[in-house]
């Protein structure tokens, strides 16, 4: 039977794109896993995607080990911003200050998260300023309670189930504190809108600025 040339270049990419689904599908299976909970099964998939280049699951990896192995934590976290996953950079953060709130690290803290936050349109940079700032968070900034609010105002803006947290700091401002809140609120809409820039003169966004910064918490 002849085969035409035309018929063997459609059988090979038939052949490639199954291969490609084949692949996906293995790729996929870590993902698959923690979906169903099984986190054996996920730690041993997203590990082996993690190692070949993929942030999303060395993010998922620092998730499932937190909090078995705060080490292993911290490298998947650090290993995910460094491919790219800027969300992993508040996790890693955390965790190094959890082990050392000296001057140095909480510096280096305070300016990449506030860099971070006006940055990204994501609740959890700002919800860990709020934190840090309320001492919810182990200490490391002096405690301001408007400063406070104000982050709890930024990630409610961007998630609405967050609003209580604004509201019930809110309440417990005196006049001239909400009047200082006032005017974050109005820096920061001068800038670039409420949700694109903070009032407190963060540095530029720089990714790779911000990854020797992470370097250097200790």
Not at 172 to 192: H, I, M, N, P, Q
């Amino acid at each position: 039977m002849k085969i035409s040339w035309q018929r063997i270049s459609a059988l090979a990419v038939v052949a490639a794109v199954v291969l490609a689904v084949l692949i996906i599908r293995h790729q996929e299976a870590g993902y698959h896993a923690i979906l169903h909970q099984d986190h054996d099964a996920a730690r041993e998939g997203l590990a082996r995607l993690a190692e070949g280049g993929d942030g999303t699951a060395a993010y998922f990896m620092g998730h499932l080990t937190r909090k078995t192995s705060k080490p292993a934590a911290e490298k998947w976290y650090l290993k995910s911003a460094q491919l790219g996953q800027d969300r992993a950079i508040p996790w890693y953060v955390q965790l190094k200050l959890q082990a050392d709130t000296g001057p140095e690290n909480c510096k280096i803290a305070e300016e990449v998260l506030e860099r971070l936050e006006s940055k990204a349109r994501t609740v959890v940079p700002a919800t860990f300023l709020g934190d840090m700032y309320l001492h919810r968070i182990k200490g490391c900034f002096a405690k301001d309670m408007v400063r406070g609010a104000y982050y709890y105002y930024r990630a409610g803006q961007v998630d609405k189930r967050l609003n209580g947290r604004y509201q019930r700091v809110l309440k417990t401002l005196t006049r001239s504190g909400r009047k200082r809140l006032d005017g974050f609120k109005k820096a920061a809409a001068k800038k670039a809108g409420p949700l694109d820039a903070g009032p407190f003169d963060a540095a530029p966004w720089d990714y790779a600025a911000v990854l020797e910064s992470l370097s250097k918490l200790q």
